[in-house]
């Protein structure tokens, strides 16, 4: 049924374009991007660090020059891994990368309607072109050619 339709993950490529008019805030459209036989096995414990940067779950609360006053967009960071949600949707992907570095290799998201699809859709682009994290004063930042994210830490 339509539901199930709604529920299918989709993969992204990382570093490119979103398909279709408008990029990510016209529909984020699916893609693939294979993961590279090299990437490390991802984990799933939200506790420990590497490279500075503790694992975990971090709220979005900014987002380039905009604020983020709903709160309603998450990534648990994990070795090699992160997964979340954005306000209508989740996703996870691989970070091929050793922190405080970024390399997404994968991003898989569902596609339910959304009233948010602009900020969404920003938001996972975003996470796909991510380069590098850094840890400051209890804030979370990770950087992104469409902007720094800034994140607080409210979980494991």
């Given at each position: 049924?339509?539901?199930?339709?709604?529920?299918?993950?989709?993969?992204?490529?990382?570093?490119?374009?979103?398909?279709?008019?408008?990029?990510?805030?016209?529909?984020?459209?699916?893609?693939?991007?294979?993961?590279?036989?090299?990437?490390?096995?991802?984990?799933?414990?939200?506790?420990?660090?590497?490279?500075?940067?503790?694992?975990?779950?971090?709220?979005?609360?900014?987002?380039?020059?905009?604020?983020?006053?709903?709160?309603?967009?998450t990534i648990r960071l994990t070795k090699n891994a992160f997964s979340g949600n954005g306000p209508c949707n989740t996703f996870s992907g691989v970070n091929a990368a050793a922190l405080p570095?970024?390399?997404?290799?994968?991003?898989?998201?569902?596609?339910?309607?959304?009233?948010?699809?602009?900020?969404?859709?920003?938001?996972?682009?975003?996470?796909?072109?991510?380069?590098?994290?850094?840890?400051?004063?209890?804030?979370?930042?990770?950087?992104?050619?469409?902007?720094?994210?800034?994140?607080?830490?409210?979980?494991?």
């Amino acid at each position: 049924g339509v539901g199930a339709e709604l529920q299918t993950p989709h993969r992204r490529r990382a570093r490119g374009p979103l398909p279709g008019p408008g990029g990510a805030a016209a529909g984020h459209g699916p893609g693939t991007c294979a993961a590279r036989p090299t990437a490390p096995a991802a984990g799933a414990d939200g506790t420990g660090f590497e490279g500075g940067i503790p694992f975990g779950t971090y709220t979005v609360v900014g987002f380039g020059k905009e604020a983020v006053p709903t709160r309603d967009a998450t990534i648990r960071l994990t070795k090699n891994a992160f997964s979340g949600n954005g306000p209508c949707n989740t996703f996870s992907g691989v970070n091929a990368a050793a922190l405080p570095n970024f390399q997404v290799t994968t991003m898989n998201w569902t596609d339910n309607p959304c009233g948010h699809k602009g900020f969404e859709g920003r938001f996972f682009e975003a996470l796909t072109q991510a380069s590098q994290a850094e840890w400051s004063g209890g804030v979370l930042k990770v950087k992104s050619p469409l902007g720094w994210m800034t994140l607080e830490r409210s979980g494991n």
